[in-house]
């Protein structure tokens, strides 16, 4: 049969999250009244001077392609960034690879990484999408599945117990989606020691970076091991960007050139008045970022406790990103999966299973709250209603 999709598209599902997506437009064109806390994106606006560079740039007629690598400007902008903020010094000429969006990084990252055989090593629970990419570049992606007990903690002993001689990179997030745990020093000790003692890649994910609470520190894993690792940021969280599709990949050159190659031949590069804007973003957004944390910040204690007020529901405070993990296997629907569905038929709350994440998420559902206050109270109201209802 010549008409049929590739074998390596069978290991892959839709996105559940972007699904999730599609499904809520759809039920709310139907009249549905539907508290949605499944959004992995801000709802503030973009900070104005951030929209205003773009328009500015529109008028000014930069319009056509720009270098391969991105703006000179913002691949030198994003080098001053890594080097102040995270201790990474890479190269604004050959260390940088700016990419419509981090999705992209991470496809380019894996694709230009993987051979067919090859394994990919991801803590378990872990976004949608990581294990999708890797059978995508025909690799197989081998969870590492972390125990909920510990809050999730990543072990020397759950990484090694992962790794077999087909493992080429270890897939890092943190601050964490969907489980809001941040990368502490003893964690990223054990992640390095397994790294070093194979010889893997990391790609470390880091784009909720500025989404963190209690001064907690952010760890990069390329200030220590920079010749193995691909730090992968953007501008989707941090700056409320996420239809601007504007991220980045940086690293030592050999690798950055790698990816290069992927992205010169799918998408060339980032849309260029999006790149000024995101300049301007890396340059003058930062009370705009600040802002937005104290929001998150305030919504993070309402939404927290008031899962913890639901019966059978227990919820950790998110360390940084903005969503709440709670184990719902006290409520009499143990399964993130069911309680999920059965929230949005019963309560009209629309939030993302736990399984969509891994089988590390199995008892869990994901609630974001990048969303209103008043839309956190509503929900958590229907919740308690339709599980006092029982
Ligand atoms: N990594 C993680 C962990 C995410 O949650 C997202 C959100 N979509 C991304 C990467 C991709 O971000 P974007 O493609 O919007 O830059
Ligand atoms: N990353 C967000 C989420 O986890 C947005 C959707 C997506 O790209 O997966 O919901």
Known sequence: MAKRAAHRLAAVERSATVALLDRVQQLRATGAALVDLSRGEPDFVTPGEV???????????????????????LREAIAAKLSADNGIVVGAADGVLVTPSAKLALYAALTSLLDPGDEVVIPSPGWVSYAAMVSLAGAAPVPALLDPATGFRITEGVIEAAVTPATRVLLLNSPNNPTGRMTDAAELDAVLTVARRHDLVIISDEIYEHIRYDDRPHLSPAAY?????????????SHAM????????????D??????????????????FTQIAGTTALEDSRPA??????????RRALLVEGLNSLPGVTCARPEGSFYAFPDISGTGVPDGSDFAEWM????????TPGPAFGAGGHAHVRLSFAASENELTQALERMDKALRGR
């Open 289 to 298: 970022v600040e802002e937005m944390l104290s929001a998150y910040t305030a």
């Open 255 to 272: 690798l950055v050139s790698a990816a290069l190659k992927v992205q010169e031949h799918s998408v060339s590069c980032a849309a260029t």
């Open 51 to 73: 929209t205003e560079a773009a328009v500015a740039a529109l008028r000014a007629g930069r319009t056509h392609y720009s270098p391969s690598r991105g703006l000179p400007a």
């Open 344 to 351: 949005l038929d019963d309560a009209g709350v629309v939030m």
């Open 225 to 237: 091991f920079l010749e193995n690792t691909l730090t992968v940021n953007g501008f989707s969280k």
């Open 242 to 253: 996420t239809g601007w599709r504007l991220g980045y990949l940086a690293g030592p050159a």
